[in-house]
């Protein structure tokens, strides 16, 4: 049973291995039932999503080379020359492709075709259906072995991409009009694979063995292109195991052989063999490595996490039914389904998903509401403030007038009371000069200045006689230190003396 932990990866979470050599081929079919059943009911498995893998020995696998334009129709075009790639018509069988390579050069394509008779899946399906199994897949050991180990087509990122393309697929292949729009699509699937699966060098063969046969398959440029079942030879009275696995490991070699000229193999000596299944694959690989000295190993690339005790020990056993069920979780490299689509089972919806993912939603959007509520709202506030903000500096601009006019003001008014002042002081001694000046004398000119601290007038004029001016301005509280600047001198014209009288200004008024 596999499973997708939260990264999306697939991982093994139970299996369970069953021995049927003590059992009667009687009893065969319900001890598998038994045992499935029961491995679902404790596992609470999912009926609706089984995946099965059927022995190699009841398909017909074809690689196939055909004219691109062929590709159009390519499912009408195999199912018209069905008796012609296999010795059934096309009402006997059921069938699936894969276009696996695309020669633009010569316009070819490379087919992959795997048929099997209709009595013999029906069989499987009805045998599983007594346990109220709908099965969704239905495919070969070495398909699905290919599908866990091969490198590229098949990642968490594209998985996804790819099953909404042969879903889109599926309804375009029902639509008249939809079927010239499943070529760009296949081609989409194919390019994405071909530049994630770099070409290898040399030949990998893939050996699912068993006790009784063994599936062949070829993997060249990381593609699968023949497969084949074998029958292993049955182990004579008196033979020990160690001389059974000799004949089939000779067996083996003599078939990979014949397969390799087969398939023009250039690199024989670089093939490497990769062994899954249920014989005794450690003693089966020593002795291919004594005989041929050549690569083999055992299924050691898997794109499963395998995380129970003992079961990495066993991932050679359980190799081919992961290989089943990956197709189940993500995007495989080479997706081929015997059951037609008619008769496929639709997707179960799961409730608890569409549940958990309605709530994650709903709760990103009310997390979304609030958060767009409350910037909104910290966007009028602001909005607010700054309208707010903009009136008051308009405010604060006509304070900050008013306040420089005021100063201006004041300033003009510190002058106007600073002359002032001053003008009153002059307009005093003016005053008093008027008043204490006799009608006989008259000032031609008044001249007021400050010297060192000191205010001082300074008088000039005509008067019948100039000296009794001293003792006048003297008798007056605003001067003081009265005296002549100059000589007194005669106007001839008007027979007046001109005087020239300067004093300074009492500092108490």
């Known amino acids: ?75 009408e075009v195999l199912g018209f020359e069905m008796d012609r790639y296999t010795p059934f018509s096309l009402d006997d069988v059921y069938f699936d492709f894969k276009v696996v390579e695309r020669d633009d050069a010569r316009k070819l394509i490379q087919v992959v075709l795997v048929v099997i008779k209709k009595e013999v899946l029906n069989y499987y399906l009805t045998l599983l259906q007594r ?33 909404w393309v042969v879903r889109t697929s599926e309804w375009l292949s029902r639509k008249r009009w939809g079927k010239k729009l499943l070529v760009p699509l296949d ?23 068993d006790d009784e046969s063994c599936e062949l398959g070829a993997i060249r440029d990381g593609r699968l292109i023949y497969s084949r079942c074998l029958t292993m030879p049955p182990q004579d009275e008196g033979e020990s195991v160690a001389e059974r696995v000799e004949k089939q490991a000779d067996q083996m070699l003599l078939e990979i052989a014949a ?3 087969t398939l023009s193999d250039e690199n024989p000596e670089r093939s490497q063999l990769i062994v899954a299944g249920t014989g005794d694959h450690q003693s089966f690989i020593s002795h291919l490595k004594e005989r041929e000295h050549i690569d083999a190993r055992l299924v050691d690339e898997l794109a499963v996490n395998v995380t129970i005790d003992n079961a990495r020990e066993k991932a050679t056993f359980l190799s081919v039914a992961m290989g089943v069920a990956l197709k189940g979780l993500k995007g495989v490299a080479l997706d081929i389904n015997l059951i037609p689509r008619e008769l496929r089972p639709k997707k179960k919806k799961n409730w608890n998903l569409i549940l958990g993912v309605t709530l994650a939603v709903l ?40 306040q420089k006019e005021i100063a201006a003001i004041e300033s003009k008014i510190d002058s106007l009371e600073k002359i002032k002042a001053d003008d009153t002081s002059k307009l005093q001694l003016l005053k008093e000069l008027t008043q204490i000046i006799p009608e006989e004398m008259w000032l031609t000119q008044f001249s007021y200045q400050e010297r060192k601290g000191k205010k001082e007038i300074d008088l000039s004029g005509y008067a019948t006689a100039a000296s009794e001016l001293i003792p006048i301005l003297e008798e007056s509280k605003l001067f003081e230190d009265v005296k002549f600047k100059s000589s007194i001198v005669k106007d001839k014209e008007s ?15």
Do not use: C, W
């Open 131 to 163: 346990i109220h199994i709908k099965v969704r897949g239905v495919e070969v050991a070495t398909t699905a072995l290919y599908n866990l180990i091969v490198k590229g087509g098949q990642g968490r990122k594209n998985g996804a991409e790819r099953r």
């Open 363 to 402: 709760l990103l959007l009310g997390i979304g509401s609030f958060t767009l509520a409350f910037f909104v709202k910290e966007r009028m506030y602001f909005s607010g403030l700054t309208e707010r903000v903009k009136a008051l500096k308009g405010r604060v601009e006509e304070v900050e007038q008013m």
């Open 259 to 261: 397969t390799q000229l």
């Open 495 to 509: 027979n007046k003396e001109k005087f020239n009288v300067t004093a300074s200004v009492s500092s108490s008024k």
């Open 1 to 75: 049973m596999l499973r997708k932990n939260l990264t999306g990866d697939p991982f093994l979470e139970h299996y369970r291995v069953v021995s049927l050599e003590e059992v009667n081929p009687e009893d065969r079919e319900e001890i598998i039932l038994s045992n499935i059943e029961g491995f679902i009911d404790e596992h609470k498995g999912d009926r609706d999503n089984f995946f099965l893998a059927i022995p190699g020995s009841k398909v017909i696998f074809k690689s196939l080379s055909l004219p691109s334009p062929t590709e159009e129709n390519l499912r």
């Open 187 to 209: 081609r989409m699937v194919s390019a994405d694979k071909s530049e994630a699966a770099p070409a290898e060098e040399g030949t990998r063969f893939l050996i699912t063995i």
